[in-house]
Structures are given as structure tokens and as C-alpha cells.
């Protein structure tokens, strides 16, 4: 994780994963919320800057005539011209039409911060992979309800299905 990884924005996509107040403010580990949150702005930032899209995904739950108070993004993380997608099961693929947006713009690898590590992100993750694409993990970008539920993501299951990075080292270079 010290080399820097430089991506071609026209390819590449930021995909930052349940970043709603519900969710950054439950007791989380390694890191808490709000340094998530702070990781994936500066992330969004250079993504936008450097003109490669940036995918929001949030949950809500199935079924229920209202989503519970704090269910919305983070107040100032989305952006015009963000891609907001809406998913309802634990991956932010199935249903969504993720796929077929990115696939348009050309995307081919993405990169991935959010909450839970081993839940959203990592099925979120295994999805695309099976879709093809491929992978980065910015470590620092993300959290889990528990250490060692976010270090056997990031440890064991992310190497396997690419490459686990920090946000420092994210770089755009020309295709």
C-alpha cells in the first residue's frame, strides 16, 4: 500500500458505499464516521476534478411506508452530476441499473470506501467482480461495526479481488 495507483479517469469510478448519518454514526471500527467521511469527500474531490464519476449508493429498507430519520446521504457528499443509486438489498447491483450506467460511460474499474466494509462495500465488491470489473479498495475510505470484521475484508477477501490501496496513494494519470 505505499506505491502510488495511478488510474485513468475516463475508465475509472469512485463507488462510495451507505455514507448516510444513520449509518456514519454508529459506534464503528477502525476508524469512526466522520474520518470516512472526511476520506471519501477528499476522494469525491479528486474523482470530480479529474472529470470521473462519482457513485453514491444508499440503502432503504423494502416495504415500509417511511426510511428512518438520518436514511438520506451525508448533507454536502453528493454533488450535480453524481450518480445516486437507491438500492434495497445489501449489494448496490441487484435492481439498481448500476451496471448498465457505468457500462456506458465506458467504466471499467472502480474504486470502492464505504460503510460496512464486509457488508455493503465487500457485496457491492464480489458483484462487480463477478460483472468484470476491475477493483481498488481505498482502506482508509471505509469502516465496519467492528475491527475484525474490517481487517478479514481488507486483509483476507479485498487482495483476492484486487488491490487494497489508501486514499493518498489514489492518482489519476491519461489513459
Do not use: C, W
Not at 505505499?2 to 471500527?29: F, H, K, N, Q, Y
Not at 460511460?105 to 462495500?121: D, H, K, M, P
Amino acid at each position: 500500500m505505499t506505491a502510488p495507483l495511478v488510474l485513468d479517469p475516463a475508465r475509472t469510478a469512485l463507488v462510495l458505499v451507505d455514507l448516510m448519518d444513520r449509518i456514519l454514526a454508529l459506534p464503528l471500527a477502525p476508524r469512526k464516521g466522520a474520518e470516512v467521511l472526511a476520506n471519501a469527500e477528499e476522494l469525491a474531490g479528486r474523482f470530480r476534478a479529474a472529470g470521473a464519476p462519482v457513485v453514491l449508493v444508499r440503502v432503504e429498507r423494502p416495504g415500509v411506508a417511511e426510511q428512518p430519520p438520518g436514511s438520506s446521504l451525508a448533507q454536502g457528499l453528493p454533488r450535480d452530476g453524481d450518480i445516486e443509486i437507491v438500492k434495497q438489498t445489501l449489494g448496490g447491483f441487484h435492481a439498481t441499473g448500476l451496471d448498465e450506467r457505468l457500462r456506458r460511460r465506458g467504466v471499467a474499474t472502480l474504486v470502492f470506501g464505504g460503510i460496512a466494509t464486509n457488508l455493503g462495500v465487500e457485496s457491492t465488491a464480489r458483484a462487480a467482480s463477478d460483472l468484470g470489473y476491475d477493483l481498488v479498495f481505498v482502506e482508509d475510505a471505509m469502516s465496519a461495526l467492528t475491527e475484525p470484521e474490517h481487517e478479514a475484508s481488507v486483509r483476507l477477501d479485498f487482495p483476492r479481488l484486487g488491490t487494497v490501496t489508501s486514499a493518498a496513494q489514489v492518482t489519476f494519470g491519461t489513459g
